[in-house]
């Protein structure tokens, strides 16, 4: 099966522009999360997306947009980039119920956003 | 402060030592709590998760203090691939958010 893929593998924009990052979940997974990882740090939350409706969000500006298509898919936009945007962008997917979430993320290889 | 704080290391051992980290938190609510292992320029993967009666996965060893709000994973018997950063991962009120120590870094020599 299919893990989590995401697109574009590296992208290098120039500030202020715009960039829309693509995920794919793993197959009957109907949670997506972001995440932003900053070289020699932790992946930090920016949002979790589950049947199309926004579930949770981090401490991020709102420049950082997504959302969720019918087939939980997910697209993460970030509008006037800025250097401090440089960081690899994780997806992950989970099975999520309303009562309880299994805890185990399935993380994409990640986009690397490169803001000259 | 930060939701999660973990030593950033690096942690350099032989094959074969033992070697423990720790990280806290700083949500007294956190349900939820886990390793996860990052090699370089790889994404993270679930190493395991933590209970509170404590957990063993082989070599690893997982310990979850509620009262002092840390979280410990021992690692016996290094071997050479255990080299990575190992995540200390906590969620938050809503299970929605898990947040992301900055990582340990493990550095196993032959």
């Known amino acids: 099966d299919a893990g989590v893929t995401q697109s574009p593998t590296h992208l290098i924009k120039t500030r202020g522009q715009q960039v829309t990052l693509r995920c794919s979940p793993i197959?009957?997974?109907?949670?997506v999360s972001w995440y932003q990882q900053v070289l020699g740090q932790g992946p930090q939350f920016i949002f979790q997306?589950?049947?199309?409706?926004?579930?949770g969000r981090g401490n991020f500006p709102d420049r950082f947009s997504a959302r969720q298509f019918p087939n939980y898919s997910s697209e993460l936009n970030v509008n006037a980039l800025l250097l401090g945007d440089s960081a690899l962008y994780l997806c992950?997917?989970?099975?999520?119920?309303?009562?309880?979430?299994?805890?185990?993320?399935?993380f994409g290889e990640g986009s690397r956003l490169t803001v000259l | 402060r930060k939701e999660v704080e973990q030593d950033p290391g690096p942690f350099n051992v032989p094959e074969g030592a033992t070697v423990a980290f720790n990280c806290t938190y700083s949500?007294?609510?956190?349900?939820?709590f886990f390793w996860y292992r990052q090699d370089c320029r790889k994404e993270p993967k679930l190493l395991m998760s933590?209970?509170?009666s404590g957990n063993e996965d082989g070599r690893f060893t997982a310990q979850l203090n509620r009262a002092s709000q840390y979280i410990s994973l021992l690692i016996r018997d290094s071997k050479l691939s255990d080299s990575a950063t190992y995540l200390c991962?906590?969620?938050?009120?809503?299970?929605?958010?898990?947040?992301f120590g900055s990582g340990t870094k493990l550095n196993v020599k032959p």
């Open positions: 992950a997917s989970s099975l999520y119920s309303q009562n309880a979430n299994t805890g185990e993320l399935f």
């Open positions: 197959s009957g997974h109907k949670s």
């Open positions: 997306y589950y049947e199309k409706e926004e579930r």
């Open positions: 949500n007294s609510a956190s349900q939820s």
């Open positions: 933590v209970y509170s």
């Open positions: 991962v906590v969620n938050g009120n809503n299970f929605n958010k898990f947040y």
